[in-house]
């Protein structure tokens, strides 16, 4: 089943050209955990290439020892999170494989829409599967796509894929197919997720997010543009190959700024805590607090900097309401009901004291199920509050990506099938407004000629090939 299998959240990052490419990496991967909690893996290249890869966090799933290991001038590495079925070892990434192109290793950070229907084209041509992951489908394009050299077999695979890839590739031969050594970095030609590419002294850095570049005192060189594919074989240059398709528009995941990436970076050429600020004000603009409102709270953390920005606008204090601890991870993170629901109230405690008898205003980024919103909201009515008037620095979710975000099936959105006045009354609040999509559109300096707003509107750029019947919609 498409939706069951293959959807996953994940982070890349990549480092050529420096003595400790793989312990950077390890420390890059660190800063875009928040991409992906499930698993980790690395791959480093000395002449030989090495591999470690494990379930659970960054820090978890490498020790002394494995980092050891991972020697060489170059290295790639990924975190990834990905709902039922496929929550498994062998799915780590990156995957490595010997290829006709020498040993090739990927890290995919997107979603083939296509996934489905390659994969039992390639199964009825004898490809055999390691993984149920769609990342494992390129490896086998490649394999079979009788070129001279690993850029070209990547652009003659890629024309047959479709839907979203930020790519990571290492290979143990150069652009001449000889003993080498090459890093390559592809984005879809609509751009769906980030990538980007930075310098760090005379190494070349390519990441998901900027916070990686950060963390490694790496500079951002630039973005990796939609439909790009950059070559790195040295230290001095890259070479950079179009794709062959180029779209008049881009569809860059607007879903980055409101939740996913992490406000310290700069994405898609603008920062994240900008944008998610200007959503916060935006939104006080389109859905103003009643009178009498004592404070704005957020959901901590991926709603605070968006409340910060409805706290301005609104000329209301900024309080902290919840106390949220950093020792579990997300709650969405959880892929069984059970295990969520428990988690909601080992993951947030409210501050009775500062919200006894008070009226608030409570900013979340975003309502997905509304299971979360609904316990946190019970949590602040037993904690005393008075009235609690929740606004949304998103529109409703009311279709499900299929570009790389896990948003859960369309019929678990509470949005596609409830009103706003009922998913207020679902979640107990005294008022719920959402932002607006040409309010967002706004707050994001874009349109929907280059951000992709599918999960709000419900129209999908690319070709949706349902479940089995591989039908299309
Ligand atoms: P709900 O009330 O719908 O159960 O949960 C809403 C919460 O889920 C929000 O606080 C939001 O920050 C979070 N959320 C929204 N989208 C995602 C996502 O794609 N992944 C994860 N892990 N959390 C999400
Ligand atoms: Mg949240």
Known sequence: MLEASLKEECGVCGVFGHRDAGHLVYLGLTSLQHRGQESAGI??????MNRHAGMGLVFDVFKKENLQTLRG???IGHVRYSTHGSSVIKNAQPLLVSTPYGQVAVGHNGNFTNAEILKKKLELGGAIYQTTTDTEIILHLIAKSKKNNLPEAILHSLKRVEGAYSLL???DRDSHNKPGSMMI???DPYGFRPLVLGRLGSSWVVASETCAFDLIGAKTEREIEPGEMIIIENNRNYKSVRLAERPTRSSMCIFEFIYFARPDS??????VYEVRRELGRQLAREAPPPPNIHSVIAVPDSSVVAALGYAEQARLPFEIGFIRSHYVGRTFIEPSKPMRDFRARIKYNPIRESLKGKSVVLIDDSIVRGTTSRKLIRMLRDAG????HMRISSPPIVGSCYYGIDTPTTSELIASSHSVKQIRDFIGVDSLSYLSIEGMLRAAKGSTNQYCVSCFSGK???KIYQEESGKQS
């Open 43 to 48: 791959v480093s290249w000395n002449g030989r």
């Open 169 to 171: 590739f290492a290979c």
């Open 73 to 75: 001038h170059a290295a």
């Open 185 to 187: 970095a592809v984005r």
């Open 266 to 271: 700069k994405i898609f050429g603008k920062s």
């Open 460 to 462: 999908y750029l690319t």
């Open 385 to 388: 509050v008075n009235q609690i």
